[in-house]
């Protein structure tokens, strides 16, 4: 552990005249020097851009940019680096599916099937497209403990007429680490098509598209290690092609006249114009770092912390953890009797803890859950349980100083 944070130098300093706690990963990840690297190496040594000229500077810039999707598809399984779709992050990638596929497909009548529990981003795309289609959304209930109604989710899907089931592989609110690759086959076998939002799983979690046999994963780099402004889609190839591209222009052609242009195969076929470059070279350094790791200890780190993250906490008078506790992803949302989220965070904050307050983009779980807002603490690969000891500790000072 002590190597692993010395990899991170954001992690090296005060805030508010205390040390660093950082308990916000489930928003972004800092980044270690090997990631760092990768940008100043490629603007230092061999800026140009990719896919378009000869030269040395452009071919070296080419390579490396297509290793990096060479390595992100070695780390999800995937049978081809083609399958791999840079974007800006995973947003960008649910909203891909939705405008260059769902839309064109959906009928009135049809069904689409996703949660309560969703974050925006893996809930506007598909209502957008049910209001331009006639086609509407059932959602699957979730149960007192935080985790899906299994048997509601297999109702909903027998009564007929589902053309697409969208689910996250785990809450960014409640931790739920949900059946993926259930869920996914029962799609499948009414002949719907599934969209995973995995941005809370692939960077905690070994995790192979394969084995997981859904449509397609949209994932964020950032929230692994990789700069902002990252993220992919991973898609089957079938689905693929038959998928309109979202953006036009420069790139992403096989033939362009004036009377009209002829798409090229993708990845090329969505990533239009001139792209993030230098960070996805970087995201390549990040999955380069994981993979050293091991996602398999990355997971193990996480539930083990976690797991006392929720016995210190659950301790707490006046303390509600949201969420089954386990299985869970790497990330507890809670409040306290007599503390308003944002106040008990503006405390933590002053003793240099960071953690995430606010409804977290799930307004209506926000509803569901009765809450105006949640605490949210999230754990990844160079915290340490004297960590959650220090956030314990300051939720106990401002308990103290609210008279909570």
Known sequence: MARIRQDFPILHQEMNGHPLVYLDNAATTQKPRQVIQALVEYYEGYNANVHRGIHTLAERA???????????????????????????????????????????RLRPGDVIVTSGMEHHSNLLPWQQAAQATGAQIKYIELLPDGTLNQEHYDRLLSEGNVRFVAFSGASNVLGTLNPVKEMVAKAHAVGARVAVDAVQVVPHMPVNVVDWDA??????????????????????????????PTYFGGSMISEAHLTGAKWAQPPAKFEAGTPNIADFIAFGAAVDYLADLGMENVYAHEKALTEY????????????????????????????????????????????????????????????????????????????????????????????????
């Open 309 to 404: 993250a929720w016995e210190r906490l659950s301790a707490i008078d006046g303390m509600r953890l949201f969420g089954p506790r386990q299985p869970r992803a790497g990330l507890i949302s809670f409040e306290v009797a007599g503390i308003h989220p944002h106040d008990l965070s503006a405390v933590l904050n002053a003793e240099g803890v960071a953690i995430r307050v606010g409804h977290h983009c799930a307004q209506p779980l926000m509803e569901i859950l009765d809450v105006p807002a949640t605490n949210r603490a999230s754990f990844y690969i160079y915290n340490t349980q004297a960590e959650v000891d220090r956030l314990v500790e300051s939720i106990l000072h401002a308990k103290e100083f609210f008279g909570a």
């Open 215 to 244: 449509d397609w994963i949209a994932v964020a780099g950032h929230k692994m290690l990789a700069p902002t402004g990252t993220g992919f889609l991973w898609g089957k190839m079938e689905l693929l092609e038959e998928m309109e």
């Open 62 to 104: 080419t390579e490396a940019y297509e290793e990096a999707r060479a390595k992100i598809a070695r780390f999800i399984g995937s049978p081809s680096p083609n399958q791999v779709v840079f974007t800006r992050n995973g947003t960008e990638a649910l909203n891909m599916i939705a405008y260059g596929w769902l839309r064109h």
